[in-house]
């Protein structure tokens, strides 16, 4: 079967792979360079986890896990991953433990350890299976063996030459698939200098339950941080600075949060999040069309897991 995907970002690209590992023949159109930064998917970390409240997410971070593991091991870089919260309820314990997922709590010289410094009050959990994907390296990877024509602006569906399409085209989805409730937001992530060994991932559970701010490793600079959802709307043909503001509040957590770590940003960058208002993800067949969307600022992880979906309803 012939099957044209619309859109390089990292579910595009992973539902390439999918596609190809059951026989596809495959073309992908992406209207910027691979290796742009309009969208949601550059850079070279996100956070890789398998802590989440609901266990539906848990069981698709599983099948991700197996997934990067069968593109390649070394995409992940498993460095721990820290929740913080104002109480133990408000973590993923409950989840992970009706997962089967190893965890533990630790006592605040264990998180200060690890180079996290718990809040007065607050609840610290551990997951060794979790850290980062090197999200550059892995969107390659994805797209080993691929045709992949850039420069192309698809405006119109109709004018694919494709038994089947998939419509990954991230915050320019309402341009092709019409009707989709979803919020496009410009988000702000900031980097800071750490020196030695890389640092667990660290999320910050909010009262009210939900993430709050978070941080991962970074290749070069030695951390990553950001708030999660705090972005204002945004045109994604629009492009724009950084928030100032947000860059002043995530550069205050992490002062606060890691003490080894300079607080002073070395770098900042935006990126777009696409968003339902659940935060699901759309993944849906119409007809010859399939729609891979909307994946909420949480969806790289579980990217290997998409596309492998995508491609079943694609060849369906």
Request: charged letters at 20%.
């Amino acid at each position: 079967m012939n099957v044209a995907v619309v859109g390089a970002g990292v579910m595009g690209c992973a539902a390439a792979w999918a596609l190809r590992e059951r026989g596809a023949d495959v073309t992908v159109y992406e209207q910027f360079e691979l290796d742009h930064t309009r969208g949601s998917s550059h850079g070279r970390s996100r956070i890789f986890r398998l802590a989440y409240p609901d266990p539906s997410w848990v069981r698709l971070a599983q099948e991700a896990y197996d997934g990067w593991n069968d593109l390649d091991p070394s995409l992940l870089g498993l460095y721990g991953l820290v929740e913080l919260a104002p109480a133990p309820a408000l973590t993923s314990a409950r989840t992970l433990d009706e997962c089967g997922i190893a965890h533990r709590f630790l006592e605040v010289d264990e998180a200060r350890a690890l180079g996290a410094t718990v809040p007065e009050g607050w609840t610290a959990l551990h997951v060794a299976d979790a850290g980062i994907v090197f999200a550059d390296r892995a969107r390659h990877a994805f797209l080993e063996g691929v045709d992949v024509r850039t420069g192309t602006r698809i405006d119109s569906l109709g004018d694919v030459d494709a038994d089947v399409v998939v419509v990954t085209a991230g915050a320019w989805i309402g341009r092709l698939v019409p009707g989709l409730d979803v919020r496009i937001t410009r988000e702000t992530v900031a980097y800071f200098r750490h020196e030695g060994p890389p640092l667990p991932s660290v999320v910050d559970i909010a009262p009210s339950g939900g993430h709050d701010m978070y941080s991962l490793h970074d290749p070069v600079h030695g951390l990553k941080a950001g708030a999660h959802h705090a972005g204002a709307e945004a045109d994604p043909d629009e492009p724009a600075a950084p928030d100032a503001a947000i860059v002043e509040r995530v550069a205050a957590w992490v002062a606060a949060r890691f003490p080894d770590v300079d607080p002073e940003p070395v770098e900042t960058d935006t990126c777009i999040y696409t968003s339902t208002s659940d935060q699901t993800f759309v993944l849906d067949r119409r007809g010859d069309v399939v729609v891979g969307s909307a994946c909420s600022g949480h969806g790289f992880k579980f990217a290997p897991a998409v596309g492998r979906r995508l491609a079943a309803l694609a060849l369906a």
